[in-house]
T-cell receptor, first 112, second 114 residues
């Protein structure tokens, strides 16, 4: 079993729909990242969370440390949101900010 | 402010050869980390450098190595290439090796081993 599990693996939505991507992890963490990867390969960091909730535009990320679970929500989805969304965690044991364990990613396709 | 720059973007190598990939971090960032992404294994941490010192290393064989220069630019090297080394290699930088700092990724270097 992977330390970081994401669901769903694939998600197709119609423009305007509310989208939720889930991430569960099995280790104690000091931070969780949500990343976005477009087909060209580059990755953009959307959020870094250690508790609570963060919002940026139409994106909302929440984390429940006790339940070892995080969600990424996209409100009013748009075709340009189509990408792979990746959850990554930093273990409590790590002193380095960059050693992350990644989920397998969620391929999101938003149709017009 | 320029982002993280990786070169080359695409390359094809033959099994047994070696390859060197380069990463220029965001100006002022001293921490550079490297990741490998393959369809089968997903994203995996390779190593991290801070102030020219390797601070952390992932579970990769000794064929994978790297270094960081005084200007924070970093290179990674893979010797005796194997077909399974075909992957997207991503570099990321941050302004501290400590917790709580956002990581900025480059566009990656696509390596194909034939």
């Amino acid at each position: 079993k992977n330390e970081v599990e994401q669901s769903p693996q694939n998600l197709t939505a119609q423009e305007g729909e509310f989208i939720t991507i889930n991430c569960s992890y099995s280790v104690g963490i000091s931070a969780l990242h949500w990343l976005q990867q477009h087909p060209g390969g580059g990755i953009v960091s959307l959020f870094m969370l250690s508790s609570g909730k963060k919002k940026h535009g139409r994106l909302i990320a929440t984390i429940n440390i006790q339940e070892k679970h995080s969600s990424l929500h996209i409100t009013a989805s748009h075709p340009r949101d189509s990408a792979v969304y990746i959850c990554a965690v930093r273990s409590l044991k790590e002193t380095s900010g960059s050693r992350l364990t990644f989920g397998e990613g969620t391929q999101l396709t938003v149709n017009p | 402010k320029a982002g993280v720059t990786q070169t080359p973007r695409y390359l094809i190598k033959t099994r047994g050869q070696q390859v060197t990939l380069s990463c220029s971090p965001i100006s002022g960032h001293r921490s550079v980390s490297w990741y490998q992404q393959t369809p089968g294994q997903g994203l995996q941490f390779l190593f991290e450098y801070f102030s020219e010192t390797q601070r952390n290393k992932g579970n990769f064989p000794g064929r994978f190595s790297g270094r960081q220069f005084s200007n924070s630019r970093s290179e990674m090297n893979v010797s005796t290439l194997e077909l399974g080394d075909s992957a997207l290699y991503l570099c990321a930088s941050s302004n501290s090796r400590f917790l709580g700092n956002t990581i900025y990724f480059g566009e990656g270097s696509w390596l194909t081993v034939v």
